[in-house]
């Protein structure tokens, strides 16, 4: 490092200039500007994703699969019911109807995978009841339909009291309640609130027992 400058001044040891005529005593390095740190551009959020539609887990008719197997149920417990009809053996349909219920309980078991509680078997039950009333009440109608369009309802009838084995007089008083159209009607919807509750109850039951046998709960 020089001692001295070429002003004659005497240098002081480091010194960056002439203390005397200022000239710069060694190279000045610019520091160099620290470069700004890039900006990140904000992420976008990512979407959310899209509702997927799930069945519910307590069976109902708003579950495709219990409708379905409950339908399936009915019709097979329809037409079991009339062979046996046809087979004289009508005293089998409550058998018939815990059957329905009980096969319903199980089917519906097997396709979702899932177990079911006794309370939630009697519903698999319930429906098809529900299934079974509507099956053996649009038979009902087009049977009524047909025999009043040809005249033969009343007759039918007559005939299905003289089946009943009937005493004379009880004969004659249930014809009289027949022929009247207000008793008829009031008859009509009796039978089809005991068809109804016949039906759901019973096939409730075998929904029930399906579950409660066949479940891997138990």
């Not at 099956?135 to 309802?153: D, H, Q, R």
């Amino acid at each position: 490092m020089e001692t001295f400058c070429t002003c004659g001044a005497k240098l002081v040891e480091d010194a960056l200039f002439c203390h005397r005529c200022g000239r710069p005593l060694r190279e000045l390095v610019a520091e160099e500007p620290a470069q700004a740190e890039p900006q990140q551009e904000p992420q976008p959020e990512p979407a959310a994703p899209l509702p997927v539609a799930v069945e519910l887990r307590t069976p109902g008719f708003q579950s495709q699969t219990a409708a379905r197997v409950g339908f399936l149920a009915a019709v097979l417990v329809q037409l079991a019911s009339i062979l046996s009809a046809l087979a004289g053996a009508s005293l089998l349909m409550p058998l018939l109807l815990i059957g329905g219920g009980f096969y319903a309980a199980v089917l519906y078991m097997r396709r979702t995978g899932e177990p079911l509680t006794a309370a939630e078997g009697a519903r698999v039950g319930w429906i098809t009841g529900i299934f079974t009333f509507v099956i053996a009440t649009v038979f009902f109608t087009a049977g009524m339909a047909l025999l009043s369009s040809s005249g033969e309802l009343m007759k039918a009838y007559e005939e299905s009291l003289s089946r009943m084995n009937l005493p004379a007089d009880s004969a004659e008083r249930l014809r009289q309640l027949l022929a009247d159209p207000k008793t008829f009607a009031l008859t009509m919807i009796a039978g089809l609130v005991f068809q109804f509750l016949f039906l759901t109850i019973f096939c409730s039951l075998g929904g029930a027992l399906g579950a409660r046998l066949r479940s891997p709960r138990h």
